[in-house]
């Protein structure tokens, strides 16, 4: 893919189910190389989304792309160019893990004499080589993840679509799966994963798109989101002295006009209060008031933006639309 | 790049190929589980032992009568006549046999085959690659149809005694063969359609068997009750004439298909099973007399003795119109089933993709309806109920 086309792309997609929206005017566009995450609660649309661009179901209206082919107009040739991988899915368990794969690649009408070798590589991606002659049947949860991870490879998408890639996985089976989405990557493939955890994706991906309702929300690299929820950061601010300050020091913080609610934030610990102020204002404007409050005789030995916690981002940008709604 | 020139730049052939390289694929893979472990080898001996058994079941039951010379009226004692007798029953028996066989066992092999993957969850991956639902379909078909033929074909030898013993032909042993595979085929669609038409494998199993019997008892107790009906309006034709429902509702039973096959083998063409076959079709053979044997020459003859010169036996008329109907029958149920297999949601966009194209540019038409459900109102997005990820599991 060198041209610019973008691999996903979706103009106003809208799905329904009688009278649920599933999916209500979704615009997405994921360039080649990225590997762009669609975060949202359970029932936010995401599966339908991707089912859409998987060909599994036809949108009620607007347009879906991938790699500039219209997904119901040429669905055949979509799926040539997507490895798709459900939220839900069941394997052959009664098929040798080679024999899995071979299936596949014979779907994909991957030719004979290239079927052998593929496997091998993509049985050491996914780290599944000493089980190439197993049944199906035996793998772990996790082996069998990975395993459909690598059946939607045979074919060398430029698009992989992974519904939910990790869900059901302890901890290290989750590592695992990001460290072959990152390589992945390196591949040059172009990933569209979801999750309804955000911090799940927030590490490997390019960009994320918050959706809930079946709308977009956010869309833009997490630093994007981040920022553009700035308005309402938490300001963590620490200052040496004893019980008789903290007053004096909310107060000082509460002149400020970009200052918030202040809160007591957890006790103090040898003579150091902590404070946290929700704050309105960039980079300069806390540089400014951290000058201010030095001046003003107070011994900040800390001061920082409270590193904001990922779901907390994500619960912030989804309940800004039940407010919404609710008005 | 814009793959669609690439693509639909192939040739028919490379598509009709590509067609048959994912019908292989699916046969192989089918086959693959299905053939490995004892399995399948367990079904085949049994069927064979089951064969065999009421082979020589026969065997012993008729030999000592016909040898004894008096097991049929005006049939001679002993001599070929015993032992075309022998052949005979055992070619009826088993044909009779080996197609209730089928008749159960063909279903069983498909009315699981789009269900299961439904169950297991493992379709949409099959459907979101790029061979084409009607390959799926007739992978699946052929892959169960396969082993059915493996034991159709397997129990030759044992039909095949009958050689020995006369009495049946090679070529009604051939027609034998039509009439079981047409059979099979014909339920195997007819068990992959349940299958794909509907969700649970169990509900697809219990309505391909219902069907089965309404194949067979149905078709047979329609045909009595419509006759009967239709006399007691009046409309008897007056004396030894009788009306009867159309002789078509027949063409779907593979009882009838297979009785007909056996009625060849009466001697001379003529006996119990010619007489109801030709009842079905209104003709009045008259052979009150039955069957007068001289040697291996056997005549009909009326009540009264005379022999019926110019009778011609009515067998041959079924067993063809029973195996192109079910022929007929198989193509409607796969055509059927590769509409069901396709996701609900892409039904029609299977039709030729370049039409599609045109239709697709945005056309007022599109747009008005993307306006009016692009924009869901605010009670509906804020509507509490559960979205529905999946479309209902």
């Not at chain 1, 970009?258 to 980079?283: Q, S």
């Not at chain 2, 005549?299 to 008329?317: C, L, M, P, R």
């Amino acid at each position: 893919m060198m041209t610019a086309t973008p691999v996903v792309e979706t103009r106003g997609l809208v799905k329904r189910y009688g009278d649920h929206v599933a999916v209500a005017g979704m615009d997405l566009v994921v360039g080649p190389g990225e590997i762009y995450g669609l975060v949202g609660p359970n029932g936010a649309g995401k599966t339908t989304t991707m089912k859409i661009l998987a060909t599994l179901l036809a949108p009620t209206a607007g347009e879906a792309y991938v790699t500039g082919i219209p997904v119901d107009a040429d669905p055949i040739e979509v799926r040539r160019r997507i490895g798709y991988m459900p939220d839900f899915y069941g394997v052959y368990d009664d098929l040798k893990v080679w024999e899995y794969l071979d299936f596949f690649a014979r779907c994909y009408g991957v030719p004979a004499n290239r079927r052998g070798p593929m496997i091998g590589e993509l049985l050491s991606i996914v780290g599944l080589e000493e089980k190439r002659t197993d049944y199906v049947e035996a793998l772990s949860r996790g082996m069998r993840q990975r395993l459909c991870l690598a059946h939607t490879l045979v074919h060398d998408p430029a698009l992989l679509i992974l519904d939910e890639p990790a869900s059901g996985l302890d901890p290290r089976a989750r590592v695992e799966m990001r460290e072959i989405l990152r390589e992945l990557r390196g591949m040059g493939k172009t990933i569209l994963v979801s999750s309804h955890i955000l911090p799940e994706l927030a590490e490997m991906c390019t960009g994320v798109a918050i959706i809930d309702h079946g709308r977009l929300l956010r869309s833009g690299s997490i630093h994007e989101i981040e920022r553009s929820l700035r308005a309402t950061a938490l300001l963590r601010v620490e200052i040496l002295g004893d019980e008789t300050l903290r007053t004096a020091a909310a107060d000082f913080l509460r002149t400020d006009s970009r200052v918030g609610d202040v809160l007591d934030a957890a006790p103090d610990r040898g003579g150091v209060i902590r404070l946290e102020a929700a704050f309105d204002g960039d980079g300069d404007a806390q540089a400014d008031l951290l000058r201010k409050m030095i001046e003003a005789g107070h011994r900040v030995v800390g001061f920082s933006q409270a590193t904001s916690d990922l779901e907390e981002i994500f619960l912030k940008v989804t309940g800004q639309t039940d407010e919404e709604a609710a008005a | 790049m814009t793959a669609t020139s690439a693509t639909f730049g192939g040739t028919r052939r490379s598509a009709l190929r590509e067609f048959g390289a994912s019908v292989v694929t699916i046969m192989v893979k089918e086959l693959r589980s299905r053939m490995r472990g004892r399995r399948a080898f367990i079904v085949l001996t049994v069927y064979l032992a089951i064969l065999a058994l009421i082979t020589y079941g026969v065997y012993a039951t008729v030999a000592p009568a016909a040898r004894g010379g008096g097991f049929a009226p005006g049939m001679g004692g002993g001599g070929a006549n015993a032992s075309a007798l022998i052949g005979q029953t055992i070619f009826s028996v088993l044909s009779i046999f080996q197609l209730i066989l089928v008749c159960f066992i063909a279903p069983a092999f498909t009315a699981g085959q789009i269900s299961m993957e439904r169950e297991k969850q493992t379709l949409d991956l099959l459907i979101s690659t790029p061979m084409r639902p009607g390959a799926i379909v007739i992978g699946k078909l052929a892959a169960a149809l396969a082993f059915v033929v493996l034991m159709i074909v397997a129990a030759i030898p044992i039909t095949a005694i009958v050689l020995m013993y006369g009495g049946a032909s090679p070529d009604d042993i051939v027609r034998q063969q039509i009439v079981l595979l047409a059979t099979a085929l014909a339920l195997g669609a007819l068990g992959l359609f349940f299958s794909a038409l509907l969700k649970r494998t169990q509900a697809a199993t219990v309505l391909t068997y219902i069907s089965l019997l309404a194949l067979t008892l149905g078709t047979t107790m329609l045909f009595i009750f419509w006759s009967v009906v239709m006399n007691q309006d009046g409309g008897g034709g007056g004396f030894g004439r009788q009306d009867r429902a159309p002789e078509q509702l027949m063409y779907i039973n593979p009882v009838v298909g297979m009785l007909d096959v056996v009625s060849n083998t009466e001697p001379g063409g003529f006996g119990a099973i010619t007489g109801v076959l030709a009842q079905l079709r209104g003709e009045e053979f008259n052979f009150g007399g039955g069957m007068q044997c001289n040697g291996n020459v056997c005549v009909a003859v009326d009540q009264f003795g005379n022999v019926i010169e110019d009778a011609e036996s009515a067998s041959g008329y079924w067993w063809p119109r029973v195996s192109i109907t079910f022929v007929v029958l198989s193509v409607l149920l796969t055509l059927a089933s590769m509409r069901l297999v396709v996701p609900t949601g892409m039904r029609w966009a299977f039709t030729r993709p370049r039409r599609r194209h045109a239709l697709l540019t945005p056309s007022p038409g599109v747009t008005v309806d993307s306006g009016a459900e692009g924009t869901p109102t605010i009670e509906e997005l804020g509507s509490d109920a559960p979205p529905p990820e999946k479309p209902a599991p």
